[in-house]
């Protein structure tokens, strides 16, 4: 009898896994499947100020009775690993993922990932030259990093299984047609191109309140692939009343060190954008916050950030676009695609957010509009003065 009653009772729980299990897959299969695809990794503010948006926007999709969501997220970690291995691994690593678990729509943010992910996946229109445009995107993904590889070695040669899913593209600086993006039917997005007029009005207050001659700006970046990108925007833009000397692309300590030099020489106020990877004698990356610090403290003129995380890093002031509507504005148009929507917009960036460093503005002596404090304490990027301004390698402050 107890024999039996053994067995019993293993049968009834055989019975419950097989119950839950369907209930569990079933409740999958009604679930809509969404992948976010980040080119970098949770260690940068950008990153997960997209997240925030993402979030918000899935919290106002489901309070509207939207569709029921199976969200995963994915960071490539591409900044961290700038080298052509790590990228080729990376690529596959998403790729398994999208062929394995076959998402309705993919989010992908900042450039790389549309090049190493996007560009797979797309629903090309029948003129379009698909070895062209895979040969172009390989020269531009191994630039600076490796000798140009054959086509497979990043995957380009191999589009995605179809049915293929509709592509969502966040934080583009430049043209999507380099990914093809403009010839195909699956793709909608929001850009990341700089607010310009609030970048020149900005600059027009700091020229105003440097007491020193100002020839003109100059913008300063690493070398990545990102950074010519947006190198190609600052040409294309018309600075006036500045005159906007040639940019900069510092793939060394040296070079970059070289470049503040120039821009002290010519009297001219730097731009920043993208620093993240610069290397050392060493070939290692130069700290973020180190090679911030030292230009502040270099730099003749006043140097204006733009990037989200430039006064955390150390930096006087930045006009920067906004992380959380890029995620938003991203998850908005996925849950469109998921609606039905027939319209694939491309939409530009609308906000922006002003962050100051308060000790730094003192100690140029600069005296700025009441309205960039208030603004960057309204969204809580305001570092009021300290005692202490600096602290660089060697354990000099100043």
Known sequence: MKQFFAVAKYVVIAALLVVVGRLVLTQNNEQAKIL???SYNNDLAWVNDVEGGIRRAIGA???SDGPRLNVRTHYMNLRNHPDCNFYKNAA???????DDWKPEVIILVD???QALVGFNHLILDEPADRYALAQDLNDWISGGRCATPALDFFGLDDPGDTPLPELVFAGVNGSV???GYDQASNVSGIFERKNYAALIETLIALEQAYPGDVAGIMMLNDASPTAITENQNYRAEDWSPFVAEPPVNAASIAEWEDAVALANERDLMLLIANYQNVSDANGQPVAAEDLIAWTELNAKLPVLGVNTRFVADGGMMTV???GSEQGEVAMELALAA????TVRPQREAKQFLIGMNQSLVRKRGLILPAIYEAFSREIGSFVPVVAQLYV?????SE
Not at 92 to 98: G, S, Y
Not at 338 to 341: E, I, P, S, T
């Open 36 to 38: 976010v695809v980040h």
């Open 61 to 63: 999709g489901q309070a």
């Open 92 to 98: 596959a690593e998403v790729r398994f993922t999208l």
């Open 111 to 113: 450039d790389l990932a």
């Open 177 to 179: 047609a380099h990914y």
């Open 320 to 322: 920067a676009i906004a």
């Open 338 to 341: 998921l609606n039905g929507a």
């Open 392 to 396: 660089v390698q060697d354990g000099d």
